[in-house]
């Protein structure tokens, strides 16, 4: 949020500002997910883009390893990724419609150990 506030090339962006409806691959049920960040900022090019923003440690995105036991522990961690898998393709379409980008942030692009 820091950065968003202190980059010049940001010029607004809010933080669950909005649902997207998706259905769940573990229940059938239909979900709201808030993306973290909408930004609207100046590329490279000098052209305003519309970028939705979501912030997920690396292992909520990759899938589980698979143990020699599937405890209760690694049924949730299955669980977490499909639901995020159907959440991020959700998110994609939804912004390809409206002509915005999906940007998918980890640990890595924040240089956090």
């Known amino acids: 949020m820091k950065?968003?506030?202190?980059?010049?090339?940001v010029v607004q962006w809010a933080s669950e500002e909005f649902a997207i409806p998706y259905r769940?691959?573990?229940?059938?049920?239909?979900h709201r997910y808030f993306?973290?960040?909408w930004v609207e900022k100046i590329n490279k090019n000098g052209t305003m883009e519309q970028v939705v923003i979501e912030v997920k440690p690396q292992k909520h995105i990759d899938p589980p390893p698979t143990p020699?036991?599937?405890t209760r522990r690694y049924m949730g961690a299955l669980a977490r990724h499909a639901i995020n898998q159907r959440k991020f393709e959700v998110a994609e379409e939804f912004c390809r419609k409206?002509?915005?980008?999906?940007?998918?942030?980890?640990?890595?692009?924040?240089?956090?150990?």
């Open 35 to 37: 993306p973290d960040f």
């Open 98 to 113: 409206k002509g915005m980008k999906f940007q998918l942030i980890t640990e890595k692009e924040l240089n956090i150990k």
């Open 3 to 9: 950065y968003l506030d202190s980059h010049s090339d």
């Open 68 to 70: 020699k036991r599937k």
């Open 24 to 30: 769940s691959p573990i229940d059938g049920r239909m």
